[in-house]
């Protein structure tokens, strides 16, 4: 579980986050939404440690990153797997390199160990036969799913995905989704999404945060999406024609 308590983050004295509390829970997958500019890549990369916040405690199953040691903070970026905007692959090493990455980084496994861990997270997101490809090779689909496994490959506590669903069409994004829900609850992750993608919320947000302006406007489940009035989170989702219009059908099974 991680829990965010009064997160604020300013840059040059203009301030990003002002004040976030947020809770995400293990086995469930969390999205954070919001326009373009509201704080969302701000908010990952100080979970993540990459930006230190002026205020405000992060803690990752009770351990306050700002009171963990240098050793802890390096325990911790080993229970945290990562899925980059554009998957971010390695371009001149194969599949198996790519996954490999985190093992040969983090420990001291025999080189049997680590490629039947390879072997096993490949099959995990059914790309069995890529190996010994190279990522140019796949489509961006199979990309995305090689980032997955490498995210998991070292059987992460936590996973962050930024935008996992850019450049993706909606059915494949469907499947990556899933995909992400899925190993989210088969191995207990905590897991949170940064996202703007309309579908990921209706499938997959289990518990949606949404951001305006560096401040959480509104939190709430996929079903709740349809129900509320909350002007900020109605504004960011019916922006859409289409799911305005699913809305008014939501509404009128709902009332009947
Ligand atoms: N390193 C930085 N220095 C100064 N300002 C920054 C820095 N990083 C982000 N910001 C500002 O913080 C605000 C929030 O940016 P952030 O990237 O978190 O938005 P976002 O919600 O992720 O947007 P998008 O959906 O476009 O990725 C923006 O106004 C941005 O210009």
New binding site residues.
Partial sequence: MIEVKDLYKE??G?P?LKGINATFENGKTSLVI????????????CLLGL?HPERGDISYDGNIYNQMSPDEKRDLKKDIGMVFQGSALFDSSTVEENVMFPLKMFTNQPYEERIERVNFVLNRVNLENANKKYPAELSGGMQKRVAIARAIVMNPKYLFCD?PNSGLDPKTSTVIDTLIQEITKEYNITTII?S?DMNSVMEIGEKIIL?KN?VKAWEGTSDEVFRTDNKDLTNFVYSSNLFKKVREAQLKEDSK
Avoid: A, Q
């Fill in positions: 840059f040059d203009t990003v919001g326009t373009s500019g509201s704080g969302k890549t701000v908010f990952l990369k930006l935008e940064n703007h951001l560096g």
